[in-house]
């Protein structure tokens, strides 16, 4: 039978291999982002769909945000995300990790914050997480705690119907596109 002290010793080598190899998935993820931002630098399409990649994002968000801060003068290099779970799929992390932006990610999952604020992304950019249900009673009151002002260079939403609601009562909803 094992020894406590080595099943312990085995747990925390095991955690730290994982930990290592997300770090390199993250830097192959990364070259591979690169390679796909040089090659769409010269793509000229009408249709964003035809930028789309992933990077970290879902379904090609990464590609098609790479090509509108390409192709649009963004003053402010911030962003606000919301409904980002931990943050390791989620549609600004690649412009984070890649071109420097400064985050303000929200989720009301409490673990995923806390996971999120243990990666080394977390501590290694300009980002800021807070664990919150977005309601449309403190929807300004959150967007206001990110310190950025109504020129935000991003706001990225995670759209469903019952989004409306909160977006009508947001200080950003004026905002001119």
Same mark, same amino acid.
């Given at each position: 039978?094992? *020894? ?6 085995? =747990? ?31 793509? #000229? ?22 090509? =509108?801060?390409?192709? =649009?003068?963004? #003053?402010?290099?911030?962003?606000? @995300? ?16 890649? !071109? ?6 929200? %989720?009301?999952? &409490?673990?995923?914050? %806390?996971?999120?604020?243990? &990666? ?9 997480? /807070? $664990? ?7 929807? $300004? @009151? ?6 950025? !002002?109504? !020129?935000?260079?991003? /706001? *990225?939403?995670?759209?469903? &119907? ?8 947001? &200080?950003?909803? $004026?905002?001119?596109?």
């Amino acid at each position: 039978m094992r *020894s406590p002290n080595w099943i312990i010793a085995t =747990l925390r080598q095991a955690v730290s291999a994982t930990i290592e190899t997300s770090v390199r998935i993250d830097d192959i993820k990364m070259s591979q982002g690169l390679m796909l931002s040089e090659s769409m630098a010269v793509k #000229e399409s009408k249709h964003l769909k035809d930028y789309e990649f992933k990077v970290f994002s879902q379904w090609g968000e990464d590609g098609i945000i790479q090509h =509108l801060t390409s192709v =649009l003068e963004i #003053e402010n290099k911030t962003f606000i @995300e919301f409904g980002v779970e931990d943050f390791f799929e989620s549609n600004c992390r690649y412009l984070m990790m890649k !071109d420097n932006w400064i985050g303000f990610v929200i %989720d009301g999952s &409490a673990s995923n914050i %806390d996971r999120l604020k243990e &990666a080394e992304f977390y501590w290694r950019y300009d980002l800021t997480a /807070l $664990n919150s249900f977005i309601t449309r009673e403190n929807i $300004n @009151e959150l967007l206001a705690k990110s310190g950025f !002002d109504e !020129d935000l260079g991003i /706001l *990225s939403i995670d759209w469903t &119907a019952s989004t409306t609601m909160f977006w009508n009562r947001s &200080a950003f909803s $004026n905002r001119e596109f």
